[in-house]
């Protein structure tokens, strides 16, 4: 006679998997100390180590430069936040544009086609350049000649370029049907573009989108080809000065301060997209 094997209970089940989430987080964590032991123990123990060591991870060098360092970041902190904003609100106007097909806003999105094309395809630090030093050169009336405030107009219009085509692609990832179905219950084309496309569009595109202005935070550094003394500027100050590359570290570890966090931030938004889609259930338990 057979006997059937016991019914498990929901308490069964979340034992069993707790266990499985133990043994995954320890295989995880002896995975990672013996690669990062390893690597560490590799460099630590290499003939150069030493010299490095003093030219790059002084601690006294850090110690007398890091205030001021941190004092210039504060500079490349308030461009990010500033032109972060202009970039987000420019780049959706060019992005609505481009993907209107009204006959009237044909030139409009011709300019805005030309402007993301040029401006996709010259790299930044030109730009920067170019409006550092040559719009000052045209004694425009009304026009800005402080060097911080040109070279953040200069990394809005390169990054307005790149974020357009981000929020391009998620206004034309909607369906057509949404907006149909928005006009059936009574809204007018710019009430559904505004309540029901939109949203929707920057819902999905809000991964790539923080992912962009990672990489402006870390751009702003190059305002300082142009003169305004950011964080980066300051450690080649200090580096020169030393004769020491340990203020170029300390920079390195303000930046990180940021785009970690933001990063991390990105990467949560992406699974519990994919779980939300069933993305996950491929990549095996968790």
């Not at 981000?166 to 573009?193: D, K, M, N, W, Y």
Request: glycine share 6%; net charge positive; hydrophobic share 50%.
């Amino acid at each position: 006679m057979t006997t059937l094997p016991p019914l498990t209970t929901r308490e069964d089940r979340a034992r069993a998997h707790r266990h499985r989430a133990r043994r995954s987080i320890t295989i995880s964590a002896i995975s990672t100390i013996v690669v990062i032991g390893g690597l560490v123990a590799y460099v630590l123990t290499s003939p150069g180590w030493p010299r490095v060591r003093r030219q790059f991870f002084s601690a006294s060098v850090f110690g007398s430069s890091f205030g001021s360092v941190l004092s210039g970041f504060w500079l490349d902190v308030r461009m990010f936040l500033i032109v972060e904003v202009v970039v987000l609100v420019f780049a959706l106007l060019i992005a609505l544009v481009r993907t209107m097909r009204v006959p009237v806003l044909f030139p409009l999105r011709m300019l805005a086609i030309v402007y993301v094309d040029v401006f996709r395809g010259v790299p930044t630090i030109l730009v920067v350049y170019l409006f550092g030093f040559a719009v000052p050169g045209l004694e425009l009336s009304g026009m800005p000649t402080s060097a911080t405030t040109l070279s953040g107009i200069a990394l809005a219009l390169c990054y307005s370029a790149y974020v357009s085509e981000v929020f391009r692609a998620g206004l034309e990832s909607i369906h057509p049907s949404q907006a149909g179905a928005a006009l059936a219950l009574g809204l007018t084309p710019t009430q559904a573009l505004r309540h029901v496309i939109v949203p929707q569009a920057v819902r999905r595109v809000l991964p790539p989108l923080l992912n962009d202005f990672i990489a402006l935070q870390k751009d702003v550094a190059l305002v300082s080809v142009v003169g305004p003394q950011e964080a980066f500027r300051v450690a080649q100050i200090f580096a020169a000065q030393y004769f020491n590359y340990t203020p170029l570290m300390a920079a390195a570890l303000l930046y990180l301060s940021v785009t970690i966090p933001l990063t991390r931030l990105v990467d949560r938004m992406q699974a519990r997209n994919m779980r939300e889609r069933g993305g996950l259930l491929a990549l095996g338990p968790r």
